[in-house]
């Protein structure tokens, strides 16, 4: 029992912190789409969150102050997303991927310009990063052999984001379908045209749900710079964005289906990351590039198995004209 948890509670334990990036990005593509906004440009909103959190920790010393300029810089983008979309009725798809090139190369421009280090930010200290918490009667239970280890490793030792993320899951189901608010984006995303008839604005709407989007792809990117990593690099996201994109659709767009499939994606990640090294009978050790290919393997053959199957919401990705 002590070696099976000895190898377990690892793999658990890293599954819930690669999990928290694809989660908070997923949910932000949740309430992008509800409103009929395909947000392809999660990746690039989330490498600008790196960026400017990483930045403006390593200025300030301080974490918070990062955490609020990942979400201001995102939402500059979103803005800008938003515009070119709702506003001007542009293809959705096509400005999310220029929103991505723009980030990837403006972010490296910027981290080159200001702090000469080859496209990267200073190493961030302690003040700077968001570091795990240690849990209320974590010393009491270590001497229990079991619980008190779950609770050490997976209850506690998280950083302050993985908590949050998890109480976005409840938090947004409940929004969606409990509140009025909810329901309006859900309904600007199904049928825009019932929304207008009702007196209820399907472009603030819209710009709400990418806003919303555009607030958790700033925290996620905060999280892989100040929390998972500490600082930024140069395309640093490494496509987790996509991934996300692709967790939002394998879950149906449902808040608790997409925990599980994030879940899915991050402990294929931690396992990947625990198999470095190991050697195989037979074949030796096990290749490091085929690890690192496997999470997006599963993204395309799980997308190619359930795209068929996914029903995203009606009016997704269609501009609305208001009927005169």
């Not at 209820?200 to 709407?205: G, N, Q, Y």
């Not at 294929?268 to 074949?283: F, K, N, S, T, Y």
């Amino acid at each position: 029992m002590t070696e099976a948890l000895d190898i377990l509670l690892p793999i658990l334990a890293a599954t819930l912190r690669l999990a928290t990036p694809l989660l908070l990005a997923a949910l932000a593509g949740l309430f992008s789409e509800r409103a009929g906004i395909v947000d392809v440009g999660l990746e690039g909103k989330m490498l600008v969150g790196a960026f400017a959190a990483a930045a403006a920790a390593a200025v300030t010393g301080e974490v918070m102050l990062g955490l609020l300029a990942a979400v201001a810089a995102s939402c500059g983008l979103g803005l800008v997303h938003a515009f070119g979309c709702i506003t001007l009725r542009g293809s959705q798809v096509v400005s999310g991927m220029a929103i991505n090139i723009i980030a990837s190369g403006l972010t490296a421009t910027l981290a080159l310009a200001w702090f000469g280090l080859g496209g990267q930010t200073p190493p961030l200290s302690a003040a700077a990063r968001f570091l795990p918490l240690s849990m209320p009667g974590a010393e009491i239970l270590a001497g229990i052999p079991v619980l008190g280890r779950l609770y050490a490793s997976l209850v506690g030792g998280q950083t302050a984001l993985v908590y949050l993320a998890l109480l976005l899951v409840p938090v947004s189901a409940f929004v969606l379908a409990r509140t009025r608010f909810g329901l309006r984006l859900r309904a600007a995303g199904e049928h825009p045209a019932a929304v207008d008839t009702a007196g209820v604005s399907v472009t603030r709407l819209r710009y709400a749900g990418v806003l919303i989007a555009s607030v958790l792809c700033g925290v996620a990117g905060a999280y892989v710079a100040t929390a998972q990593g500490a600082g930024f690099q140069r395309d640093m996201i490494a496509g987790r964005g996509y991934i996300a994109l692709a967790a939002m659709i394998l879950g149906g767009w449902q808040p608790g289906r997409i925990l599980l499939t994030c879940l899915l994606f991050g402990a294929l990640d931690a396992a990947a990351i625990r198999l470095q090294g190991v050697v195989l009978p037979g074949i030796g050790a096990f290749p490091v590039q085929a690890i690192q290919a496997l999470p997006y393997l599963l993204t395309v053959v799980l997308l190619a198995g359930f795209m068929g199957r996914a029903l995203p919401p009606k009016a997704s990705g269609q501009p609305y004209v208001k009927e005169r």
